[in-house]
């Protein structure tokens, strides 16, 4: 049984998701572990409902590599994921779990990439530039952001009227499709 941790720093759709395909369609998986640098985060809630772990760090702690790896250790983690986890993942990290951390990315990397760029930054920017498509890259998490190794991407058609919040809608349903599965295919051989 390989254990998973989900590092999230809001709403939790995607860890909720991820947990809910896991718990129902992987039998030697589990999410074992929440973890959040925001203690008004939704992911906290909708992990602890799912009971599933569920802990608060801040980023000094998140930075720690004793409190961090020590937590990780506690719980057997084997792979981590990251679902709207805004802060930079530490070298410690990336040099313990090596391709063993994801992401998944709101934009068709390597463009709408790097530091700054997530959720809604990354949709208005690609309707200012005029895209005709968008979508979603899961990856690996190397030491620069949005630099690792492509897993996987999925694309979507923008619309000339597209504004931001209706390319955002159409990318969440593509990071719910695919998230969980391309986890699933990428550490759960079948």
């Known amino acids: ?32 572990l929440v973890i959040s640098n925001n203690p ?5 809630r909708r ?11 801040s980023r000094q702690e998140i930075n720690d590599p004793a409190q961090m790896l020590g937590l990780l250790e506690k719980y057997s983690i084997d792979i981590i994921v990251l679902a709207g986890f805004l802060l930079r993942i530490p070298p410690f990290l990336t040099q313990r779990y090596p391709d ?7 934009a068709l990397l390597p463009g709408y990439g ?15 530039a005029g895209e005709k498509e968008t979508g979603i890259t899961i990856h690996y998490v190397n030491e620069n952001y949005d630099e690792g190794r492509i897993i996987f991407q999925a694309k979507t058609p923008v619309a000339p009227d597209d504004t931001p919040a209706d390319v955002e809608s159409k990318v969440h349903v593509l990071e719910k ?3 969980p599965r391309v986890i699933a295919e990428t550490f759960f051989k079948r």
């Open 1 to 32: 049984m390989k254990r998973v941790a989900i590092f999230a720093s809001g709403n939790g759709t995607n860890a909720e998701n991820i947990t809910r395909y896991f718990q129902s369609s992987v039998p030697d998986g589990e999410i074992a």
């Open 40 to 44: 008004e985060a939704g992911v906290i």
């Open 47 to 57: 992990s602890m409902d799912l009971g599933v772990d569920t802990v608060v760090m």
């Open 100 to 106: 063993r951390i994801v992401n998944i990315h709101p």
């Open 114 to 128: 790097g530091k700054g760029m997530y959720g809604h930054h990354v949709h208005e920017a690609v309707v200012a």
């Open 177 to 179: 499709e695919h998230f």
